[in-house]
């Protein structure tokens, strides 16, 4: 079965730290895999996709890298601040096919 | 350029009934996906359309079906209402082939929150 997991589900962080958050999934062989960031009781807001070619893409003070050999992606937060806080979401597509896999998230808070 | 929205915002119905929801997509996106995302839970994958036609399904029941129509607009349906089916109802929409080019980055909007009692 093709499963996103997401760990920690939770992250609290002092503001100005840097972290760094974590996707794994259970086949090596995806299609593209993409990062997104959830505000409370909102829609999602697309941050970085990483085709399957790739092995990382950067916007700002966010970097996401993927190893696929080992299942793994991680999303790269410098320089936290207060507004970085919301719920991460991984989303994986294992195939060309419509759907994505999303892990459950991890909410971050950064504290001032 | 015009970011995917979705109508209404919220909805409250009851057991049994039905609903609609609808969703336009992205200024130049041909493709459009459902998604349902429970309280504290990722987003699960219900169908996608692609030139009005579904090209695409999750693991949910015949009662949630959808349209495509020639403007790329898109309604989800769900018939006889569960309080299961409480949750936030998530669509995406994206550029070129479903299953074709590689840079098929989706973009959401906003979400229906349907409360079903």
């Known amino acids: 079965k093709q499963e996103v997991t997401q760990i920690p589900a939770a992250l609290s962080v002092p503001e100005g730290e840097n972290l760094v958050l974590n996707c794994s999934f259970t086949?090596?062989?995806?299609?593209?895999l993409q990062w997104f960031r959830q505000d409370p009781g909102k829609g999602l807001t697309s941050l970085l996709l990483?085709?399957?070619?790739?092995r990382e893409q950067t916007s700002g003070r966010l970097n996401a890298s993927l190893d696929k050999s080992s299942g793994r992606s991680t999303l790269y937060i410098a320089a936290s601040q207060p507004g970085d806080s919301a719920t991460y979401l991984c989303a994986v597509k294992f195939t060309n096919a419509g759907k994505s896999t999303f892990g459950d998230g991890t909410t971050l808070t950064v504290k001032p | 350029e015009t970011g995917v929205t979705q109508s209404p915002t919220h909805l409250i119905k009851t057991r049994g009934q039905q609903v609609t929801l609808r969703c336009s997509s992205q200024s130049g996106h041909n493709t459009v996906s459902w998604y349902q995302q429970a309280l504290g839970q990722g987003p699960q994958f219900i169908f996608q359309?692609?030139?009005?036609?579904?090209?695409g399904r999750g693991n949910f029941p015949p009662r949630f079906s959808g349209l495509q129509f020639p403007n790329y607009s898109s309604e989800l349906n769900v018939n006889a209402l569960e309080l299961d089916d409480s949750a936030l109802y998530l669509c995406a929409s994206k550029t070129g082939l479903a299953g074709g080019s590689s840079y098929n980055e989706q973009f959401f909007g906003p979400g229906t929150r349907l409360t079903v009692l």
């Open positions: 086949d090596s062989a995806i299609y593209n």
């Open positions: 990483i085709q399957s070619s790739q």
């Open positions: 359309y692609y030139r009005e036609e579904e090209n």
